[in-house]
């Protein structure tokens, strides 16, 4: 089993091992890349990708809400203190995820004595227009 404060703090040249090492197979399988790190920030590029559609061909909220979790789980661990996991998310599905990559960004808002704050934003790679939006909080 990989410790993950072993990675704390995540920063730009440490991002892709970390990444590699902490996230189950499956998270992987998303194809995140452009994985970008800065204290408290972290973002990705989900790709477009058949095998993550709805037979509409709109990309799955719960492929949505895996790319965020991760991005925010990463924003987590550029910090010294390693999260112990996401205990809240709530996210608000704004338009369907159709022909385009997007990009998922998100902020650490506030850290406190056992948990802390993030915001997500995911957007089409190519306008910026909102697919989606999420709040989030992680224990310590």
Not at 57 to 65: E, F, H, L, P, S
Not at 99 to 109: G, Q, T
């Amino acid at each position: 089993m990989v410790d993950p404060s072993n990675f704390c703090p995540v920063s730009n040249e440490t991002v892709i091992d970390a990444y590699e090492h902490v996230f189950a197979p499956w998270v992987k399988d998303l194809g995140l890349s452009e994985l970008a790190v800065s204290r408290g920030q972290a973002s990705a590029r989900l790709p477009a990708n058949p095998k993550l559609n709805f037979s509409s061909g709109a990309i799955c909220g719960q492929v949505i809400m895996a790319a965020v979790d991760t991005v925010v789980s990463l924003a987590m661990f550029t910090t010294d203190r390693s999260p112990k996991g996401t205990v809240y998310q709530h996210t608000h599905l704004l338009r369907a995820a159709v022909n385009d990559d997007f990009l998922v960004e998100a902020k650490v808002l506030r850290f406190g004595k056992a948990t802390a704050y993030a915001e997500a934003t995911v957007t089409f790679a190519a306008s910026g227009e909102v697919v989606a939006r999420a709040s989030a909080e992680f224990a310590f």
